[in-house]
């Protein structure tokens, strides 16, 4: 009679002495289908197609680079593929590269299952005064919509301590696409125009 594998899977499979039967062996191969990595175009085609995935369940997703698995409950990211660097482009008074950390930067990555923004380099900030260009808001246009955190997000970022009564700023990514340096011009402790910011090893949940 069929048996099953020594795994523990589920997986028939004819033994000895059994008269073949391309039915039993066909289920078996259904089984392992299943229970493999699938591969999909995009989350939507993988929810059409598993309309009642199984926990364990594995599947890649070619347009967002994403391996899945559902947990009993829901597919949850598990890890990235390959996401290429973008610039982020900015408005007059931010150049990149302050104090030679590279370009201001962006990617998208996965972080125990969430997706999550990048960032790094660094920006020179010419002040008008003691004035931030454009409210501190730095970027041209709006991040696209898959960058964008569900809400803000306030971080922590690096300044230069000359010109600056602070060593740290604020750095808000606001879920209209835009980034706002926060906390330069005349404060409590003194004045703060800091020449540069730095974005390296910065990271806010999507």
């Given at each position: 009679?069929?048996?099953?594998?020594?795994?523990?899977?589920?997986?028939?499979?004819?033994?000895?002495?059994d008269?073949?039967?391309?039915?039993?062996?066909?289920?078996?191969?259904?089984?392992?289908?299943?229970?493999?990595?699938m591969r999909?175009?995009?989350?939507?085609?993988?929810?059409?197609?598993?309309?009642?995935?199984?926990?364990?369940?594995?599947?890649?997703?070619?347009?967002?680079?994403?391996?899945?698995?559902?947990?009993?409950?829901a597919?949850v990211?598990?890890?990235?593929?390959?996401?290429?660097?973008?610039?982020?482009?900015?408005?007059?008074?931010?150049?990149?590269?302050?104090?030679?950390?590279?370009?201001?930067?962006?990617?998208?990555?996965?972080?125990?299952?969430?997706?999550?923004?990048?960032?790094?380099?660094?920006?020179?900030?010419?002040y008008?005064?003691?004035?931030?260009?454009?409210s501190?808001?730095?970027?041209?246009?709006?991040?696209?919509?898959?960058?964008?955190?569900?809400?803000?997000?306030?971080?922590v970022?690096?300044?230069?301590?000359?010109?600056?009564?602070?060593?740290?700023?604020?750095l808000?990514?606001?879920?209209?696409?835009?980034?706002?340096?926060?906390?330069?011009?005349?404060?409590?402790?003194?004045?703060?125009?800091?020449?540069?910011?730095?974005?390296?090893?910065?990271?806010?949940?999507?």
């Amino acid at each position: 009679m069929p048996t099953t594998d020594g795994f523990g899977q589920g997986f028939t499979a004819l033994d000895y002495g059994d008269v073949p039967d391309l039915k039993v062996m066909g289920d078996g191969l259904l089984k392992i289908a299943g229970q493999t990595v699938m591969r999909f175009a995009t989350a939507t085609t993988r929810n059409a197609t598993l309309t009642t995935p199984v926990a364990g369940m594995a599947a890649w997703l070619t347009s967002e680079k994403q391996l899945t698995v559902y947990d009993g409950t829901a597919w949850v990211a598990i890890a990235s593929g390959t996401q290429a660097w973008t610039t982020v482009p900015l408005v007059a008074g931010f150049n990149h590269n302050g104090n030679s950390n590279g370009t201001f930067q962006y990617r998208r990555v996965n972080m125990f299952g969430e997706d999550t923004l990048m960032f790094r380099g660094g920006l020179n900030v010419t002040y008008s005064g003691t004035t931030i260009p454009n409210s501190g808001i730095v970027n041209s246009s709006a991040l696209p919509t898959s960058a964008r955190p569900t809400a803000l997000r306030t971080v922590v970022i690096p300044c230069s301590d000359a010109s600056s009564a602070r060593i740290t700023l604020k750095l808000d990514v606001q879920p209209d696409g835009f980034l706002k340096i926060i906390g330069t011009g005349n404060q409590p402790e003194g004045v703060v125009t800091p020449p540069w910011v730095g974005f390296n090893g910065t990271f806010v949940s999507l």
